[in-house]
């Protein structure tokens, strides 16, 4: 949806290295927004996404796809899902745990909008970020359900996620512009805790292993 980081970056990288073209969409999809979420004051910072683009190595990406609404949503569009006229995409089962659960109507907007893009750039290989990994697994099972051949479920590759070079760790996310300092002391809590977790699991898991040995 724009405001690229290097996370973003990474994503193009690869494609770069993999295929003798890359496109890049940049659209803020108003279906995967609530009434009340930030749809109206997400960033767009199209000048500072083109200037990152442009500074990527040759050959660099090929096309820049910057679709109005109106393009995508060609009856026009509401945030409000009981208000929605027209064809969309729900993944049962997979669109409601999670993120789905406090975001109902995300992964459905998610869903619609990709299977748009796919249908108009029909790519050979697409590119996800393992930071949002319900979406990622989501958009395979939507791809295989739905006998989508552009791209094949196993094209749609989950790269690793992109963290702050800081000792932070915190995940790279365009929102991630709307912290204060302080607020991003706090942002950093949940994967202190994931990496507090792993070292007891491993040191666990190592005990166990070398009493096994013995």
């Keep these: 949806m724009g ?3 290097d996370g973003h970056l990474s994503l193009v990288r690869s494609s770069l290295a993999q295929n003798p073209r890359t496109i890049l ?10 009434p009340h979420e930030d749809l109206g004051t997400y960033p767009r910072p199209l000048a500072r996404d083109l200037d990152l683009l442009n500074s990527l190595p040759s050959p660099g990406v090929s096309a820049v796809f910057l679709p109005p609404v109106e393009e995508i949503y060609q009856g026009g ?11 969309f995409v729900e993944v049962k089962g997979l669109q409601d745990g999670m993120e789905g659960g406090s975001r109902p109507g995300f992964f459905r907007g998610v869903a619609t909008v990709v299977t748009k893009l ?13 930071k949002d990994i319900q979406q990622a697994l989501l958009l395979r099972r939507m791809l295989s359900d739905l006998h989508m051949t552009s791209p094949l479920p196993s094209n749609l590759l989950i790269l690793p996620t992109h963290r702050a070079t800081s000792s932070s760790g915190l995940a790279l996310s365009s929102r991630n512009a709307y912290l204060s300092p302080s607020e991003l002391v706090f942002a950093t809590v949940l ?24």
């Design 118 to 130: 796919f249908n108009i750039v029909q790519p050979t290989r697409a590119y996800f970020g393992q």
């Design 77 to 87: 569009i509401t945030t409000k899902v009981e208000d929605q006229r027209g064809a």
């Design 3 to 5: 405001a690229l980081h």
């Design 191 to 214: 994967i202190t805790a994931l990496r507090a977790a792993s070292d007891v699991w491993t040191s666990q898991h190592n005990v166990v292993f070398e009493y096994k040995l013995n």
């Design 25 to 34: 969409s940049i659209f803020v999809n108003p279906t995967q927004f609530a």
